[in-house]
């Protein structure tokens, strides 16, 4: 393997020299002062508490834990001074005397292979590391009791270090000292790391193309608030800590405007904070309250744009869709590769109109550079015709380390091969000065190594780190990059370069098999049903966009909404994955249930024919139209919708509103007929649930009519004729009371003398035919009609 190679025009360097060298030692006056006290007094901030790694080695190399946190200068020249600085650790439970701390120079490393096997080694190992730097000062610690800790610093001109020429060397700084049990020095702490050595430049350099990715995880839903702009929804406002002065974004994006390097950037991520510069609203429990970080996001994206002003930009699908689930968990879900489609082609666009540049949108970049034929089909299938890949994936036996650009399979795709330990190399817990430090070094010589391997022979070697570096990575990265600003062995170069360089003829070209995909990759892909809610959700936005007078207002937010559901981000967050697939189904289903039919109650119908109404509501911000309302009736023989056993007419409502659409229904014969209603789309697809109701027949025939328009007419009369006979009454009352007042009056006139016609004058007053009676009054009704009541007639209960 190229790891393993033999590094060109070295050997392996002779028995130490024992030249005398000045050596500086400084260790802190009060902490020598403390160490010199009996008992061991320290600060409580150097004080920590002892580790498992006693209990492995309790009184032997492992005893002390020694740490290098700085070496500086990392790529040190002829006439540089070495300085390394550093702590040591009691991590036993003996207390260490007479200890002194020693730099030690190992012979010149041949491999890239040597420089792993160093870097894996833990203990002191008296046949592989080398002895300490003779006659020199050393930094004495009288005592270091369990648990303490002690700061060293050691400086050496770089002329006394012994080196046998450029290239790789291993540098240790070992602790020796006693314990109680063991009175006799011995090692009882080491540490190692490596010193590139290259004073001159090299005859061919190495061009080093480094990714410097900006990517983050999806916080924007699928919602958005009712104004005309369509204002985001955000699922939280969690992006804000990473934006801010400081945190991962902001020093991402103010490290990498200074370092050469190829920015690798996630369209979302760019249309996130986009959209957070111009407004954004954040769920709160069940409400939207307003975003407040309109101006950290505007001031974030207008750095972002500087930064990669004359650089290389690359830009990922949009939201970063996951290659490898997609290939493996994906594909056999209808309409899964559709998704990849739209993502390439949103993407740059996006890039170009925020950043305005424009990207190159042909590399695809499957998670931690792992391929096999499915993944390379996938990742192709968009329009991409280049692949980021890995060393450790796609592997070369080689005695070197060959270009990165191939072409892989067939010749169609380009593969760009990363270098796996230089890609690696940062993604431990750089927080830690000790591991930081290490890490640097060992990317410089690793560097070096390629270079010295082939010196005659200039190689592409391209760099793809982590894809979310934390902000110690960051800074451990680019601290690195600056350690090869001297240019004297490589040369920075760009991913559109190196996938252009001419490919080593002795490169590996084949696909690996998927038996050799990493199962620990494997594990931590996507569901399948993750595939399936995407495909329920997008098949609903399909039936539910068609019935829109303005469909892009729904169809942008969740066709996004849907990418960000398939994005590699969500690798080990699987609950979090699973909310955000529910929130986004769930509020698209909120929607389409927002057009509905209103229930309705059964109906009577009286009469042969009638109306039957049903009332379509709109609860959307926008007109709905090209629906259609179907009319069942269950039994034909029964009832006839529009002359038919089934009958449809148009649909079409405003916002807000409500349509009674009204279909004519036919009795045939009386009783119950159950009745279904149902929206369809154009094409006949099915929208919304169905309503059901019963229509009641109840048939009423012309004789039917007459006898109960007699029986109405009869009370009539009847009530007419008590009238009446009230009337009369009353005025036989009257003329009675009348009679007996005029009886009184004649009485009285005879009395005085009564004349000779009185009786005859009282006859003529009755006259002959009796007293006269009042007329009966004319019946208040007019003719009532024969005729059925009119059609249409309904009730509704």
Excluded at 312 to 341: C, E, I, N, T, W
Aim: aromatic share 4%; no cysteine.
């Amino acid at each position: 393997m190229a790891e393993a190679a033999d590094i060109k025009g070295t050997a392996p360097s002779p028995a130490r020299r024992w030249l005398r060298r000045t050596l500086t030692v400084t260790v802190g006056a009060p902490l020598l002062a403390g160490l010199l006290q009996a008992p061991v007094s320290a600060a409580p901030a150097a004080v920590t508490a002892p580790s498992a790694v006693a209990a492995e080695d309790a009184t032997g190399s492992k005893t002390v834990d020694v740490s290098i946190d700085t070496l500086t200068p990392n790529t040190p020249v002829e006439g540089d001074t070495v300085t390394l600085t550093g702590m040591v650790t009691n991590r036993g439970k003996k207390p260490v005397t007479d200890a002194s701390v020693e730099l030690r120079v190992g012979p010149l490393m041949t491999s890239r292979s040597e420089i792993e096997q160093v870097t894996g080694r833990t203990g002191y190992r008296d046949d592989s590391d080398p002895a300490p730097v003779p006659d020199a000062p050393t930094a004495k610690i009288p005592q270091l009791g369990a648990g303490l800790s002690a700061e060293f610093s050691l400086s050496v001109p770089v002329a006394d270090l012994g080196l046998d020429g450029a290239g790789v060397y291993q540098l240790g700084v070992s602790l020796t000292g006693q314990t109680p049990d063991r009175s006799y020095p011995r090692v009882l702490g080491i540490e190692r790391t490596f010193l590139p050595y290259q004073p001159e430049p090299t005859e061919k350099k190495t061009q080093i193309t480094y990714l410097w990715p900006l990517i983050a995880s999806a916080h924007v839903s699928a919602e958005t608030a009712t104004d005309d702009q369509q204002t985001p929804v955000f699922e939280d406002d969690a992006l804000v800590a990473e934006l801010r002065p400081g945190g991962r974004l902001d020093r991402m994006v103010a490290l990498g405007k200074d370092l050469p390097v190829t920015w690798v950037i996630d369209p979302d991520l760019l249309a996130t904070v986009d959209a957070m510069a111009n407004g954004y609203r954040v769920k709160n429990g069940s409400l939207h309250v307003p975003g407040t970080h309109k101006e950290l996001a505007g001031r974030w994206l207008d750095a972002v744009e500087k930064a990669v002003q004359g650089h290389k930009v690359v830009a990922l699908p949009f939201a970063d869709p996951d290659l490898a689930s997609l290939a493996h968990r994906g594909k056999d879900v209808p309409g899964s590769l559709g998704h990849l489609q739209s993502a390439t082609a949103l993407a740059g666009m996006t890039v170009e109109t925020i950043l305005h540049v424009q990207p190159s949108t042909d590399f695809a970049w499957p998670v931690e550079g792992a391929v096999d034929p499915a993944i390379v089909a996938v990742a192709t299938s968009a329009g991409a015709d280049k692949v980021i890949a890995r060393s450790d994936s796609v592997r070369d036996e080689l005695p070197y380390t060959p270009t990165a650009a191939r072409p892989l399979g067939d010749g169609s795709t380009t593969a760009v091969v990363s270098d796996a330990l230089l890609s690696t190399v940062f993604e431990g817990d750089m927080v830690r000065s000790e591991n930081a430090t290490l890490a640097v070094q060992e990317f410089l010589s690793q560097s070096l190594a390629i270079t010295l391997e082939q010196p005659e022979k200039q190689r592409n070697v391209v760099v793809a780190p982590q894809r979310v570096p934390t902000v110690a990575q960051a800074q451990t990265m680019a601290t690195a990059l600056r350690g090869l600003s001297g240019r004297r062995w490589s040369q920075p170069s760009d991913l559109v370069a190196a996938a252009t360089a001419k490919p080593d003829p002795d490169a590996s070209t084949a696909v690996p098999a998927a038996s050799r995909y990493p199962k620990k990759l494997r594990d931590r892909e996507l569901p399948v049903q993750a595939f399936r809610d995407m495909k329920t959700t997008r098949d609903e936005l399909n039936d539910f966009k068609v019935v829109l007078t303005f469909p892009d207002r729904v169809v942008a937010p969740f066709g996004n909404a849907v990418n960000r559901e398939m994005s590699t981000s969500w690798r080990d967050r699987t609950r979090e994955a699973a909310i955000y697939r529910d929130n986004v189904q769930g509020y698209l289903q909120r929607l389409t249930k927002s057009i509905q039919l209103v229930d309705k109650s059964d109906l009577t119908l009286s009469g042969r024919s009638a109306t039957i109404p049903v009332t379509v509501q709109n609860k959307l911000l926008q007109g709905v139209d090209h629906l259609v309302l179907r009319l069942t009736s269950n039994n034909r023989n029964r009832l006839k919708i529009n002359g038919e056993r089934i009958a449809e007419l148009p649909v079409k409502v405003g916002a807000g509103h409500s349509q009674s659409v009204k279909f004519d229904a036919t009795a045939a014969v009386n009783g119950q007929v159950p009745v279904t209603a149902q929206l369809y789309t154009e094409d006949g697809t099915p929208y919304g649930k169905p309503m059901s109701f019963t229509v009641k027949v109840s048939e009423i025939t012309p004789t039917v009519m007459l006898v109960i328009a007699g029986g109405v007419l009869l009370l009539v009369l009847a009530g007419v004729r008590m009238y009446t006979q009230r009337k009369r009454l009353a005025a036989q009352a009257a003329e009675a009371e009348e009679a007996e007042a005029t009886e009184g009056a004649d009485e009285a006139g005879e009395s005085e003398g009564a004349g000779a016609d009185g009786p005859v004058a009282e006859r003529k007053k009755n006259g002959a035919d009796g007293p006269e009676q009042p007329s009966d009054p004319t019946p208040d009704t007019g003719p009532e009609s024969g005729d059925p009541s009119a059609t249409g007639e309904k009730v509704d209960r």
